[in-house]
């Protein structure tokens, strides 16, 4: 399991994390939270190399629940 970033805002029905350094997860990667439970999908990959942004389509219900969670892929 990797961490990949961080939730740091919720739009659209989408989380937009970030990543704490230059490594990002792969479009369509499943993305899980601390408790190893399903999050979503990465759908995008944008921002700045050096920490990148990317967008997870959420599999649960209300988005804003996952502000400040850490993601991991595994």
């Known amino acids: 399991?990797?961490?990949?970033?961080?939730?740091?805002?919720?739009?659209?029905?989408?989380?937009?994390?970030?990543?704490?350094?230059?490594?990002?997860?792969?479009?369509?990667?499943?993305?899980?939270?601390?408790?190893?439970?399903?999050v979503g999908r990465v759908v995008d990959v944008f921002g700045p190399v050096a920490r990148p942004y990317f967008v997870v389509a959420p599999e649960r219900a209300n988005p804003a629940a996952l502000l400040n969670e850490r993601l991991y892929v595994r």
Do not use: E, F, K, Q
Not at 7 to 27: E, L, N
């Open 1 to 38: 399991m990797r961490r990949v970033g961080t939730v740091v805002r919720t739009a659209g029905g989408v989380a937009v994390a970030r990543s704490p350094d230059d490594s990002r997860p792969a479009i369509g990667d499943a993305v899980v939270d601390d408790a190893l439970d399903a």
